[in-house]
Structures are given as structure tokens and as C-alpha cells.
T-cell receptor, first 112, second 114 residues
């Protein structure tokens, strides 16, 4: 039973355009939602997060939107840059002491 | 501040053997989690240790085990290796206190089972 779903395995975007990565979840007990970025041969690195009490969080070119009623979140990257090409993982966790659960990832390719 | 260190980085084993992977968390971090990454399956949660106790466990068979020492360093062991155990094994540590879910990952141990 997959609690965090990223239904698009890949996304291709041109440099300067917006990248939108989507994520759905099934567990209504999740409190925090995070996005991680992973380059080949490196461990994932934290990108941005959002608490369940908010619906938007922004950090520079990265914005995460949360729609609790739809159990859906998205990551917007504006403008997209070639260096953004990586695998993006959506993750979620519940109350203190629970594990961080990841989706399968979306590979973003930004062409110049 | 040193990051999460995993050893070995690469290893090759044959079916039926066992393997032990090591993880040194960031200094001061008491929580250590282990994940398996395979193509098409993303990051699958194995287990989490906090203060030498297994706090959470994923849906993996009993061949996968782990432990945490008093200095927060952690090891995971896979016994009776199968071809399907070939994967990147990632360790991550966290402060845990804020419960924001932010983990700091190592570069992983790439296991190949022949």
C-alpha cells in the first residue's frame, strides 16, 4: 500500500519555464510534507517542506502547495534551470516518532 | 560539521552471503534511518533507530536487520542475500526534536549481488 504517490516518472521542461511536480498521499495523519532532490551518485538533499497547517511555502525559485482536502501537493520551480535536472522525491511524515515515507520519485530534465 | 558517512561505498556479494553496512550520523543526531533505493521503487523505508532502540520498521523480511550503538552509529545487516537485494542503501540522520521530518542523507552504499 503506497502512502505517497508520484504518478509521473519523468518530466521534461525548457530552461526558463515552470516545472510542476505532483504528489498525492493517502494517509490523513501526515503532518509534514517535504521535497528532496537527488543527483546521481549522491544522497538526497532536502529542498523545501510544508506543514499541514499551511497551504503554501516559498523559498526562492521553489514553492510548495498543499491541498489537504484533495490530499495533493505540488512543487513549482520558476524559472527552471539546467542544474535543476535531478530526481525529485516527495515525502511525508506523521506525528513525532513516525517514519518519513517517500514516493517513487520524478526525474526532471531541464533543457537549455 | 561532518556529514553522514556510510561505508563501504561499493561492494559486490554473491547469493547466499551476508553483508553489513555502516553509518555514522552527523554529530549530535540521535535518529538514524535506513532506506533502500532501487530503480522504479524509489526510497523504501527499512527501519529507524533512536537512542539504540528500533522505533519504526518498514515492510521488509527478517533477513534485513539493524542496530544502533551508544554513540549513535548504526549498522544494517542483510543475511542470505538474494539478487533482488541489489540496491543503493541510504542512511539518514536527524535531530528528531523538531519533528519536521528533515533528514540528512549519506551518499549510500551500492550493493551488487551476483
Amino acid at each position: 500500500d503506497q502512502q505517497v504517490k508520484q504518478n509521473s516518472p519523468s518530466l521534461s521542461v525548457q530552461e526558463g519555464r515552470i516545472s510542476i511536480l505532483n504528489c498525492d498521499y493517502t494517509n490523513s495523519m501526515f503532518d509534514y510534507f517535504l521535497w528532496y532532490k537527488k543527483y546521481p551518485a549522491e544522497g538526497p538533499t532536502f529542498l523545501i517542506s510544508i506543514s499541514s497547517i499551511k497551504d503554501k511555502n516559498e523559498d526562492g525559485r521553489f514553492t510548495v502547495f498543499l491541498n489537504k482536502s484533495a490530499k495533493h501537493l505540488s512543487l513549482h520551480i520558476v524559472p527552471s534551470q539546467p542544474g535543476d535536472s535531478a530526481v525529485y522525491f516527495c515525502a511525508a511524515k506523521g506525528q513525532a516518532g513516525t517514519a518519513l515515507i517517500f514516493g517513487k520519485g520524478t526525474t526532471l530534465s531541464v533543457s537549455s | 560539521k561532518a556529514g553522514v558517512t556510510q561505508t563501504p561505498r561499493y561492494l559486490i556479494k554473491t547469493r547466499g552471503q551476508q553483508v553489513t553496512l555502516s553509518c555514522s550520523p552527523i554529530s549530535g543526531h540521535r535518529s538514524v534511518s535506513w532506506y533502500q533505493q532501487t530503480p522504479g521503487q524509489g526510497l523504501q523505508f527499512l527501519f529507524e533507530y533512536f537512542s539504540e532502540t528500533q522505533r519504526n520498521k518498514g515492510n521488509f523480511p527478517g533477513r534485513f536487520s539493524g542496530r544502533q550503538f551508544s554513540n549513535s552509529r548504526s549498522e544494517m545487516n542483510v543475511s542470505t542475500l538474494e539478487l533482488g537485494d541489489s540496491a543503493l542503501y541510504l542512511c539518514a540522520s536527524s535531530l528528531d526534536s523538531a519533528n519536521t521530518g528533515e533528514l540528512f542523507f549519506g551518499e549510500g552504499s551500492r550493493l551488487t549481488v551476483l
